[in-house]
């Protein structure tokens, strides 16, 4: 697979405005890393994975914005709409490189709860459902291959609850692949958990 990244791309620069929000360009085409990739660097060496430290990572969400996430891209995106609206995307690679990724995807109240969760552009061997959450109440998990398409899905929880989110690619660890907006500016996961509370209810 080819790695075409511009470190440009990862900077808040607005692209689209829709329903209110930003749409920001997560920057991350044809990438597969498979040596030591930190989650720092933008580009990331060809050819490297991620690394994550363990613990948790309690970050904030900007509320409103969106990231564009097309096939091509290898990663997962967290958004946050206001009012305890989120959804979570993922996608892998271009159809002509035939590659899939095993995503695996959870996504725990650490307050509040969630109320309801519904599927966008899953497949039928995609399993998407709720587990125990590790605070109480239930957790979203999705188990997902991904190839040169989107999958994801949307939940409502309580409004300005803080969501932990835990993500492994193909049964390792891949917090580096998991993109938001926290101050205008897209930011990568780098611990085993993040936490993600928003800026506004």
């Known amino acids: 697979m080819r790695f075409l990244p511009r470190p440009g791309r990862l900077l ?116 998407l459902g709720t587990v125990p959450g590790a605070y109480g109440g239930d957790a979203v998990h999705l188990d997902a291959l991904t190839s040169s398409d989107i999958d994801g899905f949307t939940l409502q929880a309580s409004p300005g609850s803080t969501l932990e989110v835990d993500v492994a690619l193909d049964g390792s660890c891949a917090s580096p692949y998991l993109f938001w907006v926290e101050n205008d500016t897209v930011m990568a996961g780098e611990r085993t958990l993040t936490d993600l509370q928003p800026s506004t209810p």
Not at 39 to 55: E, K, L, N, Q, V
Not at 71 to 79: D, K
């Open 12 to 127: 808040p620069s607005v692209v689209a405005f829709a329903l209110g929000g930003c749409v920001v360009d997560s920057g991350y085409h044809d990438g597969y890393y498979d040596d030591g990739y930190q989650g720092t660097d933008y580009p990331p060496p060809s050819g490297s994975t991620p690394i994550c430290s363990s613990g948790v990572d309690q970050r904030a969400i900007d509320t409103g914005q969106y990231l564009e996430l097309d096939p091509g891209y290898v990663g997962v995106t967290a958004e946050y709409f206001g009012e305890g609206a989120w959804r979570f995307a993922m996608a892998c690679d271009t159809p002509s490189s035939g590659a899939v990724c095993n995503y695996v995807l959870t996504v725990t109240p650490v307050d509040g709860s969630i109320a309801s969760y519904s599927a966008e552009g899953l497949e039928q061997n995609d399993l």
